[in-house]
């Protein structure tokens, strides 16, 4: 079934370079969590109540829009609230706590089936594997994917996890990660012995190395105090690799598949960096890339996220990400409320490409690389909602920055 992505956009004018945060920010912030309240659903036949609206394209008939009840953006949106609420406003903060509340009442139907502490991109409830695609979602029965990593850490990290759990899980992380005879064949060579957390909990699923996966992982870890081990070491290695190679930029696909766009690969090394110190000693170089990239970003929602990743590594040339100018236009957030036509974007717009399942990411080396940007094995996965919560995430860490909070 064709149907069409019913999002309206904010579009940002680029800034000039002597541009601050607007006294406007506040407004606009308070703007951006009315959104997200109201595109969030209190009951529907597809989705669970709290969740959120996901798309899917598959890469090979782009012009095909189906919607998908993965919880992984309405995960991200929560983890990117509760990064928030220290600088929200009271006002602000009791709206950020009612969507919250609403969405972790989603998350039981997404957990392991057997009581495992992981989580899985579908529901567990009852066999899913592609919602609504013409033929995928016949074999949901013997193709549900197994549970993962980035996923449980996600999830995790907005719901809060008692620290015996934490621990549990870290066992469980550290029992799928690549070690002797599960070696990483998909990844690059100088890293593929390296002892580093896999994508996946799968006994039989082949071992991925994912940057932006591991980056998440590494974060979650970090978060909940756990003691770093062998494992937790290796996958330091492994970003430092790929941040030393600066194949975030030459190779973002075959670094991380999941998030295989230099922007957006640079926004979750630059999460964890603005917040742990493993990779300290590329920050000035990590910095640098950020800034040519937002100076060369014609997507106003790559200058966000670019934005965004320089404010968390303290310059201010973040602040300079957009202008304080905002307007109707194609872009950036969502707003389904403003009684304009529901059809004002297709899919053939290309909205904000921020993550993607691909297929080829199981493959081993040399197959992986030739495959790698076949459409055949790409899909698409678009949340106009986590639009609203990345501008979110960029106008209150930019008040905060321009206002010292």
């Given at each position: 079934m064709r149907r069409r992505l019913k999002i309206w956009t904010l579009a940002m004018a680029l800034a000039p370079a002597a541009a601050m945060a607007a006294p406007g920010d506040s407004a606009l912030i308070a703007q951006c969590l009315h959104r997200l309240a109201v595109q969030q659903l209190r009951k529907d036949s597809f989705y669970y109540a709290g969740m959120f609206r996901t798309y899917r394209t598959w890469a090979a008939s782009p012009g095909t829009l189906r919607e998908d009840n993965a919880i992984f953006y309405t995960g991200l949106i929560v983890f990117t609230l509760r990064q928030l609420e220290p600088l929200l406003t009271e006002g602000e903060r009791a709206v950020c706590d009612s969507i919250v509340t609403r969405?972790?009442?989603?998350?039981?139907?997404?957990?392991?089936?057997?009581?495992r502490p992981t989580f899985n991109f579908w529901p567990t409830d009852h066999p899913?594997?592609?919602?609504?695609?013409?033929?995928?979602?016949?074999?949901?029965?013997?193709?549900?994917?197994?549970?993962?990593?980035?996923?449980?850490?996600?999830?995790?990290?907005?719901?809060?996890?008692?620290?015996?759990?934490?621990?549990r899980l870290q066992v469980l992380m550290d029992a799928h990660a690549a070690g002797p005879g599960h070696r990483a064949n998909s990844t690059y060579r100088a890293v593929r012995d390296l002892p580093a957390y896999s994508a996946w909990f799968g006994i039989r699923t082949p071992i991925e190395l994912d940057a932006g996966?591991?980056?998440?992982?590494?974060?979650?870890?970090?978060?909940?105090?756990?003691?770093?081990?062998a494992h937790d070491s290796?996958?330091?290695r492994f970003l430092a690799y790929v941040v030393q190679k600066r194949k975030y930029w030459t190779d973002p696909a075959f670094a991380s598949t999941y998030y295989p766009r230099t922007p957006v690969l640079l926004y979750h090394l630059a999460r964890f960096m603005g917040r742990f110190p493993d990779l300290d000693a590329y920050r000035g170089q990590v910095k640098a890339d950020l800034r040519e990239a937002m100076a060369g970003a014609k997507d106003g929602m790559d200058r966000v996220i670019l934005g965004t990743s320089l404010l968390r590594l303290g310059d201010t040339a973040g602040l300079r990400a957009l202008?304080?100018?905002?307007?109707?236009?194609?872009?950036?957030?969502?707003?389904?409320?403003?009684?304009?036509?529901?059809?004002?974007?297709?899919?053939?717009?290309?909205?904000?490409?921020?993550?993607?399942?691909?297929?080829a990411s199981l493959f081993p080396n040399p197959i992986r690389r030739m495959a790698l940007h076949n459409?055949?094995?790409?899909?698409?996965?678009?949340?106009?909602?986590?639009?609203?919560?990345?501008?979110?995430?960029?106008?209150?860490?930019?008040?905060?920055?321009?206002?010292?909070?």
């Open positions: 969405a972790l009442k989603a998350y039981p139907y997404f957990r392991n089936a057997n009581g899913v594997f592609f919602p609504n695609a013409t033929v995928l979602s016949r074999f949901r029965r013997s193709k549900q994917i197994t549970d993962d990593l980035d996923d449980t850490s996600i999830l995790w990290l907005g719901a809060g996890i008692p620290d015996s759990t934490a621990r996966v591991v980056a998440n992982v590494l974060y979650f870890l970090r978060d909940r105090g756990l003691t770093p081990d290796a996958s330091v202008s304080p100018r905002l307007g109707v236009a194609h872009g950036v957030g969502a707003r389904p409320d403003d009684g304009a036509s529901p059809d004002a974007l297709s899919p053939e717009d290309d909205p904000f490409l921020f993550y993607i399942a691909n297929i459409p055949l094995f790409i899909y698409h996965f678009y949340s106009p909602a986590y639009n609203d919560a990345l501008l979110l995430e960029y106008l209150v860490l930019r008040r905060a920055a321009a206002t010292g909070g």
